[in-house]
């Protein structure tokens, strides 16, 4: 009898529990400021994707410019041209992980503060809900649900004015 006592109070309290489950995903495709921000990330990505390819074009001509020199060329003009090709894609690659860099920071210092938006409205519709916890709803870690545990998303997209 003592045991149910004591243990009365942790099922009630276990009952009080709400936990919600948010789509981030679906929410973050439907803001109008990510569409923005996939056009900004993707106008900047095709200038680094042109540029690369203007590089790639000056390696493959001093390629071809190395495969055709003669038999007869001189040690240093053939040292000089294959040291200037090596440089060349050492540049090459320094320039691709730079911009693989500034892409990744645009993406982020962009999607930032649309993230932070979305994390305010779920936090308020966590406290107008009366929810205890709000988790990401990803398929891959959650396997099932049911009550009291229920999917938010539509009340944080209504929240956000999104439809």
């Known amino acids: 009898?003592?045991?149910?006592?004591?243990?009365?109070?942790?099922?009630?309290?276990?009952?009080?529990?709400?936990?919600?489950?948010?789509?981030?995903?679906?929410?973050?495709?439907?803001?109008?400021?990510?569409k923005a921000?996939?056009?900004?990330?993707?106008d900047v990505s095709k200038k680094y994707e042109d540029e690369y390819a203007k590089?790639?074009?000056?390696?493959?001509?001093?390629?071809?410019?190395?495969?055709?020199?003669?038999?007869?060329?001189?040690?240093?003009?053939k040292e000089r041209k294959t040291r200037d090709f090596a440089d060349k894609q050492q540049k090459i690659q320094q320039f691709l992980q730079t911009a693989d860099q500034d892409i990744q920071k645009l993406q982020s210092d962009l999607m930032a503060p649309i993230v932070a938006k979305i994390h305010t409205a779920v936090e308020s519709v966590g406290k107008e809900g009366g929810y205890t916890l709000i988790q990401p709803l990803d398929q891959q870690l959650?396997?099932?649900?049911?009550?009291?545990?229920?999917?938010?998303?539509?009340?944080?997209?209504a929240k956000l004015g999104l439809q």
């Open 37 to 42: 921000a996939q056009t900004q990330i993707a």
């Open 1 to 34: 009898m003592l045991v149910a006592a004591l243990l009365l109070p942790m099922f009630a309290s276990a009952q009080s529990v709400k936990i919600g489950l948010v789509d981030m995903q679906s929410i973050l495709t439907l803001m109008p400021e990510t």
């Open 55 to 77: 590089l790639n074009e000056e390696m493959q001509r001093m390629y071809e410019q190395i495969q055709q020199m003669s038999e007869d060329e001189p040690a240093a003009i």
């Open 142 to 157: 959650v396997l099932y649900y049911q009550e009291p545990c229920s999917d938010i998303t539509s009340l944080v997209k």
